[in-house]
């Protein structure tokens, strides 16, 4: 798989790829690298690499959130 058939993938699918090249016995660096990766392009995804558990997870959470039922900046009164 190339640099760009990996970053079309959602974020997810993006982490079991390289949590696929991890089991087959490559380190961090060499998964990212045969992907053509970096660690800026896979925070731009929401990708990290958990030192302790030794795998890469992929944030669910994306995009825009509001988290005021008020969004006409008008409290109650």
């Known amino acids: ?12 699918r993006k982490a079991e790829v390289l949590n696929e090249l991890i ?16 660690i800026k392009d896979l925070m731009a995804t929401q990708v990290f690499f958990s030192k302790t558990e030794g795998r890469f997870a992929a944030n669910a959470v994306g995009g825009f959130s509001n988290f005021h039922s008020d969004t006409t900046a008008e409290a109650a009164k």
Do not use: C, H, I, Y
Not at 1 to 12: G, K, Q, T, V
Not at 23 to 38: I, R
């Open 1 to 12: 798989m190339n640099r760009e058939e990996f970053m079309a993938l959602e974020s997810p």
């Open 23 to 38: 089991d087959e016995g490559k380190s961090q660096k060499e998964a990212m690298a045969e992907v053509g990766v970096t």
